[in-house]
């Protein structure tokens, strides 16, 4: 429940912060990518990234997705803010973004749950970290396909 509740609220916050004219997803979004850079650095540099990484890889696809997603969800609020096209005002604008967004706001929810739900029972289970990188591999690639080629026809 703490994992979907932290990863959740961050990707709220990040995508809610467009409404400030995007800048408020872009700070989220940034603090978040210079915080868990500067603590994976911490951590690798006491010697423990033989545990670090394998904890983080298994989970890292979903979640790391699911906020670029409402990183980009909040911007595009942003500009809907900043730049309504001439036949509608800002409100209305701001209201037809966020609906059209929502999709990819749910879909952002699912990854997360589904994060939050590897990072309690796999990430912290004791694997050998060689099976980790291995579920971690394959899980990117799950992820990079399905965005890829879902929703192709032929």
Not at 11 to 29: D, E, H, M, N, Y
Not at 104 to 131: K, M, N, Q, R, T
């Amino acid at each position: 429940g703490f994992y979907i509740y932290n990863n959740i609220s961050i990707a709220f916050r990040t995508f809610a912060g467009g409404l400030l004219a995007g800048v408020g997803s872009l700070i989220f979004f940034l603090y978040n990518a210079v915080f868990l850079g500067a603590a994976a650095g911490y951590i690798s540099a006491l010697g423990y990234h033989h545990t670090f990484f394998p904890f983080v890889i298994g989970h890292s696809a979903f979640e790391m997705t699911a906020l670029v997603f409402c990183a980009g969800a909040g911007w595009k609020l942003g500009f809907s803010v900043l730049a309504p096209p001439n036949r509608k005002g800002r409100l209305a604008h701001l209201k037809d973004t966020g609906r059209a967004m929502m999709p990819l706001i749910y879909g952002s929810v699912l990854f997360l749950v589904v994060a939050a739900s590897l990072e309690a029972f796999w990430s912290s289970a004791p694997l050998e970290p060689s099976l980790k990188y291995a579920v971690g591999g394959v899980l990117w690639l799950l992820v990079l396909l399905y965005f890829l080629l879902a929703g192709r026809s032929e």
